[in-house]
Structures are given as structure tokens and as C-alpha cells.
DNA sequence: TGTTCTCCATACATATATGTATGGAAATGT
DNA sequence: ACATTTCCATACATATATGTATGGAGAACA
């Protein structure tokens, strides 16, 4: 009989850290509170974590992992204007956890560092964009930056913006990119 | 005999604060580490302020006065093209301590009232300055969003630009604000 | 000189969080 | 049925932080 009914896998742990993260930021990563938040005490947390750095460690991997998966279907998708659509995409969410761990990597070499990592990639995906664009290579770099910059601004600044708003910042972001 | 000698301000604590948050994150605003690295009990803290709450919202009231401060002397400064020295500076610095308070002001709601009003002065002098400039006033409000965004990811991201790659990124950013 | 006021140390009570040790209930395998 | 493995509760020891109560050393003041 499969009555696994209320035990709590290691996942449902991550599952309950990335929400706590995205809601009040790194400092809620804590086994205490999170057992309360899920009806356990903490025996069942160092079951599932040798300690809380470990906690954190899996818990930065899974957001990587989520990272990463959003750049791949930001390829696979819109073949037309990928740009356009890319930065819809990135402009119009708002972002918690993204915002939060950004939060917690001005602190924490670790989120630093897997912070940094996906940047990369980030970059390095939208610069290419922008030279299948048809913008000169030495310009690339540059203005991927600002882009790039632009977008970690909106994450942390967390402003709503709203249709007839965004159509305005579109046309200038779009000015930039292939100017 | 004026032998003050090693008593604490109330300005000694904040500025031990400032220097606590900008180098280790509003994680650091303890009573307790503080203390410790003051090489004083808790005894003088609880003299100085009512509690933590009443010693981060002082915290959070000096930053502003920093910034405001920052403000003006911007608007003091730089007759000819003021834009171009604005950015300069801005982008330029590295501000840990602007960075530890957006970081902090993603958790906490008092830190984030500050943060939004010190962006609204912010970005109101942005916005004059590009009118001034001959920008369209319907495209100037976009297009400092945009900026003043590339400024708060350059903020947050903390890395370094060589003196080349500013120049190749001060290009874009003015062609961006005056295009 | 004596008093008052400033600033801080010490001690105490409390709250929250970590990590470990031990045992137990329920599912799983044999 | 029995043993084992999984997962969790409980209890304990420890660390860190808050806030208060009390007193004391020293500067300022009269």
C-alpha cells in the first residue's frame, strides 16, 4: 500500500524554500521556521540536510536550474523577433525570487557565485542576439550591458509597469539594441 | 579637562552601522556584533537608541540624507554637460552601501519606503535634465526609467569597468539619452 | 567639594535558531 | 511474520540576539 501521505520529500523542502525566499528573502531560510510553515518539526529538515549551509547550497542549485531553464525556452521560442519578445518577457514579470536571491548574493559568496554563472549566460545569449541583428561585435558587448543592467534594475526595483508604459520602454530598449 | 575620551556618540554608532551594512549587508545591524566591534557593551547601545527598530530606522535615515546629499551635489557640479559627468560618476563607483540598502530593501518595508523616495528625486532630476536637453517630454519619462534601471543593475552587480569598456558604454548610454 | 547628569558595564530573563542523540511509527522488503 | 529502511518527533545542549534593571565611574556643573 502506497500511503505515503504527509511525509515530506526533499523536494517538498526546496519547494517550501524557494517560496519563503521569494516572499521574505534569504534571511527566512531557516529550519525553524520553515518547519513550522510545513507542519513538521526540524527532525525531518536534518534528515533531508546535513545542516542549513547545505540547505542553502540545494537550494541555490534548484533557482540555477530554474535559471537555466528559462533561457532555454527563451530559445526555443519566438522565431520571429526574438528580442522583442525576450524582453517582454523579462521587462513585464515581476520577479520575487529572482529579486531575492539577487538580494542575498550582495551578502553570500555562494549566491555571488551562482548569481555571476547565470549571468553569464544570460549575456552571453543576448549579445549573440544582438549580432545575428546586425550590430557591429564591439558594440555588442556594451550594450548588452546596459540591457542587461537595465533588467536587473527592473528585478529589484519591483515597479509595476503598466501596457501603455511598457509599449514607450519597449520602443526605447529596441532603439538601443539596434541602433 | 574635556577627557571624553573613548565615550560613543550617537553618531558613532550609526556610522559603525553604515560601515557594518555597506561592508556585510543589513544582516550585520546587530546590537550585539556592533557592540563587539565598538569594543563596548550593549549597555551604551540601549543608551543611544530605544531599540534595533529605532536604530535601523536612524540608519535608514542617514543613508538618505547621504543620497540626497548626493543629489545636490550633482546639481551643483558640472556646468557644460552635466548628463555625461552624472553618469560617469554614477556608473563608474562602486557603492556598496547603496547596494547593501536596495539589497535590505527588498525584505524590509521601512527600507524600502526610503529606497523609493530618494528614487523619485532621482529620477525627477533625470527626467529635467533630458527635457533640458531637447528630449520629447513623452520619451524622456521611458527613457530615464531605462536609465536610471542600467543604473541600479550596474548597483547591484558590483563589478568593475575598466576605463575602455566605460568609454564604449558611456557612448551607448548618451546615445540612449539624447538619440 | 559635592551633586547631578552622561554614558556604559553587568546581570538577568527571554526568544530564536542550530545541531545531535535517541526512539518510534509506518512503509517496504524478505 | 519479521526485519529493515525511511522519515519524523522529542529532548537536550549550545549559540546568538533582544531588552531591562541596576549600579557605577567620570565629566560637568553649582
Known amino acids: 500500500m502506497d500511503m505515503k501521505a504527509d511525509r515530506l520529500t ?7 524554500g524557494l517560496r519563503a525566499l521569494a516572499e ?3 534571511a527566512a531560510l531557516k529550519a525553524d521556521s520553515l518547519a513550522k510553515s510545513l507542519g513538521v518539526s526540524r527532525g525531518s529538515f536534518y534528515w533531508h540536510f546535513a545542516d542549513v549551509g547545505a540547505f542553502h547550497d540545494a537550494i541555490l542549485q534548484r533557482w540555477q536550474q530554474i535559471a537555466f531553464q528559462n533561457i532555454v525556452e527563451e530559445l526555443a521560442g519566438a522565431p520571429g523577433d526574438r528580442l ?9 514579470a515581476d520577479s520575487p525570487l529572482e529579486r531575492a536571491v539577487r538580494a542575498w548574493a550582495t551578502a553570500e559568496p555562494r549566491a555571488k557565485a551562482m548569481v555571476e554563472s547565470v549571468d553569464t549566460k544570460r549575456r552571453f545569449y543576448v549579445e549573440k542576439l544582438l549580432i545575428e ?7 555588442a558587448a556594451s550594450r548588452t550591458r546596459i540591457i542587461y543592467w537595465a533588467y536587473l534594475g527592473h528585478v529589484l526595483s519591483a515597479e509595476k509597469i503598466s501596457s501603455p508604459e511598457w509599449n514607450a520602454i519597449a520602443n526605447e530598449l529596441l532603439l538601443l539594441a539596434r541602433a
Chains 1, 2 share one sequence.
Open 133 to 139: 541583428m546586425a550590430v557591429p561585435p564591439e558594440r
Open 84 to 92: 522583442e519578445s525576450l524582453l517582454s518577457r523579462a521587462f513585464r
Open 10 to 16: 526533499c523536494r517538498d523542502w526546496l519547494k517550501a
Open 24 to 26: 521574505s528573502g534569504a
